[in-house]
Structures are given as structure tokens and as C-alpha cells.
């Protein structure tokens, strides 16, 4: 019997987090009352005694789950007791279930369901000949079964009655949870999933051709994996097999679980072979099949899990890039046929002028389109020329080149930066109230040139799944995937702070607090009444009320204002404590911002208060230091090897300067400018064990690569970290073979389907090679650079290589 669950919910969290329960019930409190987890991570640190933003994140999940347990533990107790079937012992079990999967078990018994053979049989009155059969195996069935024939209730003969006896103790051995519970962790420790292509698929289906004869052990598989499979068996190429354990002679261990909690042995009696039958039967017919499912849900959920994770973790890093700054950008998208689009804005991201040029094949107006840039570079003063990274990317980068290189004194520099979702922005409502002027083509020059000056501030105008720096994102939760992304862009917009005079409505709309409906409001009144003040002004802001004004007042930044202290992120509450500073130090809030020395020079214990304690004292003063600093790296941009410009120009053991596009959980994808991203396996990392590629690189790297292998046909590049490697000998197959193929012509995510579904999707899977056999060990290599932001952007909507797995390989064809 299981015991009753001891303690609290905010118990068993802090348990989880390894925090004080107290730390746990201050932060529930203020998530209750409406509290964000960005305001209650930066101003509430006292209450929670600095509970981190990615502690309230797991708090708030852990919240949400064993809320939703304790509220179907509820029903599950009304339910059974409605049956007048709810005793102290079973009472106990519910109460003891610390799992819905456990809640589940115990409840399955009493769960209402379609009429069963053991209904049945129960009504016929066999329940009565199934417990004897149990309880004295010394009787042969078939004289027991004699007694129970009876026709009027549908019991012809013994072997019927044996029948429907079989059928209730099936039922009663499938719906033992602690049997059940026993069972599912047995073969998830043992099992194994096995994949076989289905007859007749095996050219159809090809592009999972390394699952066409798979298994390996469940605990074993990676996520990307796993949604590979699921995948291929989704598309009819493959069939999926949950083996519970190795092959073996004679009875599966299983079965012996089962008949020893039931205390059915062989002992040469003669109902003993029946009851082994009975166990048999259960085991293959009832339990295998409850076990599959559950274990189905588990990989599925746990691949899901996993794969959110990585999107999420991708997904930050390109919202935090470095920004270029306010500085005059043109913005170039791509086009052969088409022309590619020119959009230049100012230093404010205001568009000042649009063009097309037709530098490409068919119309080869080079000379024209260098001299239409050129004007517009010096009309406007240009600083940075922004390139979408769609086709024709390179044949445009190559033009940006000689403009930088005839017209020197214009102080021009080039850098390549991502599309990813700039259709799904171009098409949209807010695009067409914000650039009404514009048609749609041109909106994504601009939106790219946007990118580069504030990556943030441009992205969150676009749907976060469309930005596409996950594995398999079509295939997970949308509730799940959805609420983990929106969490980023909240606590990375929250991180970074907002100028409350300038940003847009998406971007106020993740600012703590506020809402789409308050963010309008907001930029309403701003251009009805003008620029703001002061934070004081936004109290005036129709519908911004008290709770709404404390959790949005310090991300909101104001330049230029009354006061000083409305550009830090020195919340409005804690003004009285900088007075005070200032009087302690006899000058004024303007003089002390900025200060090292004078800062330094104060205690923060001096300044501790009912109201205000350490941690909040010890922020204001880092806040005064450096008032309103950005967390997010410097720009800086990768250089792309010239005269390397398509898979043809690569060569074994070339060294290459490129910028990682994504990260999954078998290595990591680089742009090094050819169309089609590489992939650094985890094994050619370093020369020590990696676990998580995270570890070494993130989207956004600028970092040095070597060529290994180059597969023009297959559109495949092998490269490595470890500059020292040798490239493997030509036709050896030795990056194929020991990478599996992990990358290709992938599905293009979300804002992959740009102008109108110019870029062809494919779709696959991953094979299973590199992390079966583990990593090399030894020396580590040369690290990576620093995070270059704006190159961050370049690839931020990749290909997903799922043909192997993976999530890259260009596949472009927009014309």
C-alpha cells in the first residue's frame, strides 16, 4: 500500500530545487497575485531570497504540473467514492500518488469504460470460479469450470467458464498499479525501440534509410532521434516496436514479474499450466499493450521536452545578439529574377529610401545596381550594408563587396543576417499598419536591415516559431512549445530593457506588465500627448493601472527625461534609497550616476531598510555604475573566405571562418558561406568528452572550422573545431560513416516558406551512428570566438536538416 503524500506542494518544490520552502511559498505568493517572473526575479529578491529567473521558471512549471495533479486527484476521489467503492486503503493510494501516471494506474479499475469480457463474465457470475482457480491451483480447471456452465447466462460449456475466468484475472493482473507501476519502469530500463522500413517503402522512404533496421535501448535515445522515428512511422516508411527486453528462450521475465505477485508457480499441480496461460495472456493481450502506450507518451514526451529545450536555448541566444546600434543601414533581400530589394533606414530604424536592382541573371544590370547602392550609401550615410542570406545571397554579398572596395571613403561594412520569418513579418497585420507605404517584398529589406541594428527589437515582431532554430518543431506540442518560447522573449526583452519613446507595439507587448491591448495604449498616448517624460507619465496611459505600473515601471527606459534615474533599470519604489545615496554623498542623482568612485565608496548596508535589503541595495548601486547597460555582447561580424562561395570551391583541409546557425543535440551547423551550412559533429568538438554541444558553441559563434569531407551530391559538409585534425583520405567515406549523415537538404522552419513557397521543404530523419559509438577523448582544441550578434541573425531561420536528423541544410530555391 502506498502511503499518503507528506507534504505541500511548495514542499515539494523546494525539494526539487533545492531551496527553502518559504523561498518557494514568497514566490507562489507573487506569481498568484500577478507578479512576472522577470519583475519577481529582479525586484522581489528579498522575498524570495534571490530565487534566479531560471529557478522561477522551473518553480512556475513544477506549479502548473502538481497543481493540474492535485486538481485530478480531486476528481479522481469524487469519481471512485461516487461508486461507493472508496475505502481507507484506497483513499490512501490516491492520496499517496505523486505522479499523474501513478494516479492513473490506481484509478484505472474504477475508470469507466467500454463493456469488457470480464464485465461480462463477472455478470455470468465467474468471478467466484476465477478466485478459486487463483487461490487452489490443486483443482483442475476443468472440473471447477463444470459447476459454472449454465446457459441462460451465455456459459455453454466449462471451456467457457474457463474462458470468462481467464478474462477477469487478466483484467484484475492488467489493473494492479503497483504491478503496473513495477512493469513500466522494468522495461523502460530493459526495452528497447526497434525500427523496420515497411515492405515495399524502402524507395519512398529513403531518407530513413538508417532506421530501416534499427534498435537501440530507450534510456539510449537522444531526442532528435526519436521524433525522427516517429516521423518515418507518421509518413507509412517505417514500423515501430516497443521490445520490452532482449530476446529470450522461454518465458519472458515479465511474466514471471506478474505470476510472482499473484504467487502462481509451477508446482505441478494441475491448475498451475492454466494459470501460466492465464499470466501469458494477460501479459501479451492486456499489459504490453497499456505499457506501449504509456511508454510511446514517455518518449514522446521526453523528446519533446528535450527538443523545446534546445529551441528555446537557440531561440535566446539570437534574441540577446549583439546589436549594431543606431547606425544608417541598407538593407538588401536577395533575388535573381526578382531583383533584389534595397531598403535603407536611419540610425531610428525609420525607412528613408526603397529601390530594386536587378544585378543578377537574367538581366545583369551590374553596373547600374553599384552605382543605385553607391548613391543611396552617400546620400543617406550608410555605415552598414545588411544581406538577407536567401538565394542569391552570395552573388549579393559578392556586389556589396566591390561597392565596399570602389568606394572606400564611404566607410561601408557588410554583413550577412537571417531571413527567417521575414515573410511571415512582411505579410502580417502589424507590417502593413507600420510600413503601409511599402509593398510587401520590400518590407522584408527592410525588416532584415532592422535585424541588424536591434535583433530584439525586430524579432519579437515575428511569431517565435517561425524563426526556426529548433529540431522537429512541427512535430511538438504547440501548447508546450509555444508557452517555453514566449518565457524567452519575456525574459530576454525584460533583461535587455525597452525605450519606452521608441519600441514598438510587439516589443512593449513582452515587457512585464503589459499586454498587446496596454501597448497600444501606450504608443497611443505617445503620439497623441508625445514623447514621454518621465515614468510618472505612463500612470496617464489609459488602462495602466497601479499593479500594472509596478511590473512594467523599471524595464521601461526613458533617455532624456526629468530624471535621470527613468533610464536605469533602478526601479521607481527604490527611488528613496538613491536620495539617499545622494545626500550621503552631498552632490546630486545626476553627478552620482556613472561614479565608480563615489559608489564604491558607499556601503550598501547603509542603506538597508524595512522596505529595501541587501540584495535590491547591492542592484541599485551595480545599476548607478553603469546605468541602463545592455547584457548583450559586442558586434562584431565573421569574414567569409573569398572565392569560396558554393559547395564546388570547398576543399579538403581548408580552414574557414564561419558562424554557427544552430545547435542540436549531435553537433552543431556553421555557415561558412556556401549555401549550405556544415555540420561539426559533437565528436570533432574537442579532444575531450562532450555532453552537451551547447557546451562549446551557440548560434551566433563566430568560429574557425576545417573542412573534412565535402558531399557535392548529397549537399553535405563535414567540418571540425579541432583545427589539428586531418582531413579524412578522398573516398574513404570516413565522415559519412562515422557522422551517419546528420545533415542534408532539410525543412525549412517556419518563415522558411518565403515568398509564397520559393524554398522546397524536405522532410526526414537522423541516423543513429556517431552518438552510439561516444566522442573521441583526449586534448581539447581551439576554443570558438566570442558571440557575434548581428552574425547570429544571419541563419537564424535554418533549414532543418531532418532528412538525417538535423535541423540544417539550406535547400533554398527563391528566384
Known amino acids: 500500500m502506498t502511503t499518503p503524500l507528506v507534504g505541500s506542494i511548495e514542499g515539494r518544490i523546494a525539494e526539487e530545487l533545492g531551496v527553502r520552502e518559504r523561498q ?15 519583475f519577481i526575479a529582479r525586484y522581489r529578491k528579498e522575498a524570495t531570497e534571490t530565487l534566479d529567473d531560471a529557478q522561477l521558471r522551473t518553480l512556475e512549471e513544477r506549479l502548473r504540473y502538481l497543481r493540474e495533479l ?27 500518488a505523486d505522479t499523474k501516471a501513478r494516479l492513473e494506474d490506481i484509478y484505472l479499475p474504477f475508470k469507466k469504460k467500454r463493456r469488457t469480457k470480464a464485465q461480462t463474465a463477472r455478470e455470468a457470475g465467474l468471478e467466484p470460479l476465477a478466485d478459486s482457480l487463483l487461490g ?25 467458464a474457463l474462458d470468462g475466468a481467464r478474462a477477469i484475472l487478466s483484467e484484475r493482473f492488467a489493473e494492479d498499479p503497483d504491478l503496473i507501476g513495477e512493469l513500466r519502469t522494468r522495461m523502460w530500463t530493459r526495452g528497447r525501440l526497434a525500427a523496420r522500413v ?33 516521423r518515418g512511422e507518421k509518413e507509412e516508411a517505417l514500423d515501430l516496436v516497443l521490445e520490452p527486453e532482449e530476446p529470450t528462450e522461454g518465458r519472458s521475465s ?161 554583413v550577412m ?44 515582431k515575428i511569431d517565435p516559431k517561425s524563426i526556426g532554430v529548433g529540431q522537429y518543431q512541427h512535430d511538438l506540442s504547440e501548447v508546450k512549445l509555444s508557452r517555453s518560447l514566449d518565457a524567452v522573449v519575456e525574459d530576454c526583452v525584460n533583461g535587455v530593457g525597452v525605450d519606452v519613446n521608441t519600441a514598438s507595439v510587439p516589443l512593449l507587448s513582452r515587457v512585464s506588465g503589459i499586454g498587446s491591448g496596454l501597448a497600444e495604449n501606450i504608443v497611443t498616448h505617445r503620439d497623441t500627448h508625445g514623447p514621454f517624460r518621465s515614468r510618472k507619465e505612463l500612470k496617464g496611459v489609459a488602462r495602466l493601472g497601479p499593479k500594472a505600473y509596478e511590473q512594467c515601471a523599471g524595464f521601461l527606459r526613458i533617455r532624456d527625461g526629468e530624471d535621470p534615474l527613468d533610464a536605469s533599470s ?82 579538403q583541409g581548408m580552414v574557414l571562418e564561419g558562424v554557427v546557425t544552430n545547435v542540436a543535440a549531435f553537433g552543431a551547423f556553421v555557415d561558412v558561406g556556401v549555401h549550405q551550412d556544415g555540420l561539426v559533429h559533437v565528436s570533432a568538438m574537442s579532444r575531450t568528452f562532450v555532453k552537451d554541444p551547447r557546451d562549446v558553441v551557440k548560434p551566433g559563434d563566430v568560429v574557425r572550422v576545417k573542412v573534412q569531407e565535402i558531399d557535392i551530391p548529397r549537399k553535405r559538409i563535414s567540418l571540425t573545431l579541432r583545427l589539428d585534425d586531418e582531413a ?88
Open 417 to 460: 543576417v537571417s531571413e527567417a520569418g521575414a515573410s511571415v513579418y512582411s505579410a502580417s497585420a502589424y507590417a502593413s499598419q507600420e510600413l503601409p507605404e511599402l509593398d510587401v517584398s520590400l518590407r522584408g529589406a527592410v525588416s532584415i536591415a532592422r535585424r541588424l541594428q536591434d535583433p530584439l527589437a525586430e524579432l519579437v
Open 254 to 414: 515479465f511474466e514471471a514479474v506478474v505470476a510472482q505477485r499473484f504467487g502462481i508457480a509451477d508446482r505441478g499441480r494441475p491448475g498451475d499450466a492454466w494459470l501460466a496461460d492465464t499470466v501469458r495472456w494477460a501479459w501479451r493481450t492486456r499489459i504490453l499493450v497499456h505499457l506501449g502506450i504509456d511508454l510511446r507518451l514517455r518518449l514522446r514526451t521526453e523528446a519533446e521536452d528535450e527538443a523545446v529545450r534546445v529551441f528555446a536555448s537557440n531561440l535566446r541566444d539570437l534574441l540577446l545578439a549583439a546589436p549594431a546600434g543606431t547606425r544608417a543601414t541598407l538593407g538588401l533581400d536577395p533575388g535573381l529574377r526578382t531583383g533584389v530589394k534595397v531598403a535603407v533606414v536611419d540610425a531610428t530604424g525609420k525607412v528613408v529610401a526603397t529601390d530594386t536592382i536587378y544585378p543578377h541573371a537574367p538581366r545583369n544590370r551590374w553596373d547600374d545596381s553599384l552605382a543605385t547602392l553607391a548613391r543611396l550609401a552617400e546620400k543617406h550615410n550608410v555605415d552598414l550594408i545588411a544581406i538577407g542570406n536567401g538565394t542569391a545571397s552570395r552573388e549579393t554579398d559578392k556586389l556589396a563587396g566591390e561597392l565596399c572596395a570602389a568606394r572606400p571613403e564611404l566607410g561601408l561594412t557588410k
Open 136 to 160: 487452489d491451483p490443486s483443482v483442475a480447471p476443468s472440473d471447477a469450470a463444470g459447476a459454472f456452465v449454465d446457459a441462460d447466462k451465455g456459459v455453454a460449456d466449462a471451456q467457457a
Open 70 to 96: 492535485e486538481e485530478r486527484r480531486t476528481a479522481v476521489l469524487d469519481a471512485v467514492n461516487e461508486q461507493g467503492k472508496l475505502t481507507d486503503d484506497l483513499r490512501a493510494s490516491i492520496l499517496g
Open 198 to 230: 515497411k515492405e515495399g517503402k524502402e524507395e519512398a522512404g529513403a531518407k530513413f534509410a538508417d532506421y530501416f533496421d534499427f534498435s537501440e535501448p530507450f534510456g539510449a535515445l537522444p531526442s532528435h532521434r526519436i521524433l525522427a522515428m516517429l
Open 728 to 815: 579524412p583520405a578522398r573516398g574513404g567515406g570516413g565522415g559519412r560513416e562515422r557522422r551517419g549523415g546528420e545533415q542534408g537538404g532539410g525543412e525549412r522552419q517556419g518563415g522558411g516558406e518565403r515568398r509564397g513557397g520559393e524554398r522546397g521543404q524536405k522532410r526526414g530523419a537522423e541516423p543513429r551512428t556517431p552518438q552510439q559509438r561516444g566522442p573521441r577523448g583526449g586534448q581539447s582544441g581551439p576554443p570558438p570566438a566570442n558571440s557575434a550578434m548581428a552574425d547570429a541573425l544571419r541563419r537564424a531561420g535554418l533549414t532543418r536538416n531532418e532528412e538525417r536528423g538535423g535541423e540544417r541544410g539550406k535547400g533554398r530555391g527563391r528566384g
Open 24 to 38: 518557494v511559498k514568497a514566490a507562489v505568493e507573487l506569481l498568484d497575485s500577478g507578479s512576472t517572473v522577470p
Open 570 to 651: 533602478v526601479h521607481p519604489e527604490a527611488y528613496p534609497v538613491v536620495r539617499r545615496m545622494v545626500k550621503a554623498t552631498g552632490g546630486e542623482v545626476a553627478s552620482l550616476i556613472g561614479n565608480t568612485a563615489t559608489l564604491r565608496s558607499l556601503r550598501p548596508q547603509d542603506f538597508v531598510d524595512e522596505s529595501f535589503g541587501l540584495p535590491t541595495v547591492t542592484d541599485i548601486l551595480s545599476e548607478l555604475d553603469k546605468p541602463g547597460r545592455d547584457p548583450r555582447p559586442a558586434f562584431r561580424t565573421a569574414t567569409f573566405k573569398e572565392g569560396v562561395e558554393k559547395l564546388s570551391d570547398l576543399e
